[in-house]
């Protein structure tokens, strides 16, 4: 009974914090950083209980897709909360907290359905794998949504401009070096963890993962940020450009989740 009250609890926290943040970004209506950030802390703390219940059984480590996504959006929503301290970016929650809410029903719902144990003590390679592969994903998925917003603010320049959005939103030019940021590192962090992956197999089977639909996808969407970051190191690219490749690439990236092979 108290575990239905807390997940509950969990739900409309993520739900009312996303609506305060919509009302505050496309209504005007005034939001208390501060006071935004303290609420956040009751469905951060409890989904972190619930991840902790789903993951951590008695056979091991449950890395079900389920509790993966469940996992990755919590950590987008940790990243939004840390780095808001030294850039003016807590908007993204207008984003994030809708997600979460999707991410934290879905591990819910399956967290008892869908399993797939890893002894990662037994396997510790592994288990760095997953935590860089995870880490590098919610910042991508920060990425993405910074991207959408950095599109919304383009659009808003070709046509009629929004006093709301350049009052919310910092200069387009620190929009895109952010993103740019954001890029760099979680481009850094899933390579590092793809990496660790290939040398946690055998050598007999790397060529199989390889092979594998799940492990294709992983590589086509990394292989994109990473073509498009060395791109934008030596040439120029358009702000538009830059954030549509970046949503398709971890698109594709989100895409693999739901590959099971």
């Known amino acids: 009974m108290l575990n239905n009250f807390l997940i509950l609890v969990t739900f409309i926290s993520y739900f009312s914090l996303g609506l305060w943040q919509y009302f505050h970004v496309f209504k005007s209506k005034p939001c208390s950083s501060l006071l935004f950030k303290l609420f956040s802390f009751i469905?951060?703390?409890?989904?972190?209980?619930?991840l902790y219940q789903w993951i951590d059984v008695a056979e091991g480590q449950n890395l079900?897709?389920?509790n993966m996504i469940a996992l990755t959006a919590w950590c987008m929503n940790i990243l939004i909360l840390f780095w808001s301290i030294f850039r003016p970016i807590l908007n993204l929650t207008l984003i994030s907290?809708?997600?979460?809410?999707?991410?934290?029903?879905?591990?819910?719902?399956f967290s008892g359905i869908d399993t797939h144990v890893i002894m990662t003590k037994i396997h510790p390679k592994m288990l760095y794998h997953i935590l860089f592969s995870i880490f590098g994903i919610s910042l991508l998925g920060l990425a993405g949504m910074q991207s959408l917003l950095l599109l919304l603010q383009l659009s808003q320049l070709k046509n009629k401009p929004s006093s709301v959005l350049k009052q919310l939103l910092p200069p387009l030019e620190i929009m895109e070096k952010f993103?740019?940021?954001?890029?760099?590192?979680?481009w850094g962090i899933l390579g590092s963890g793809l990496l660790l992956g290939l040398s946690a197999l055998p050598t007999e089977k790397v060529f199989h993962y390889l092979?594998?639909?799940?492990?294709?996808?992983?590589?086509?969407?990394?292989?994109?940020?990473?073509l498009m970051m060395i791109y934008k190191l030596f040439f120029e690219l358009s702000a538009s450009l830059l954030a549509k490749v970046t949503l398709v690439s971890i698109g594709i990236l989100i895409l693999s989740y739901f590959v099971t092979l």
């Open 64 to 66: 079900a897709w389920a």
């Open 97 to 109: 907290y809708f997600l979460a809410c999707l991410a934290f029903l879905i591990g819910f719902i």
């Open 211 to 226: 092979s594998l639909p799940k492990t294709s996808l992983s590589l086509l969407g990394f292989s994109m940020i990473s």
């Open 43 to 50: 469905p951060i703390g409890l989904n972190a209980w619930f």
């Open 179 to 186: 993103l740019i940021d954001i890029m760099w590192l979680g």
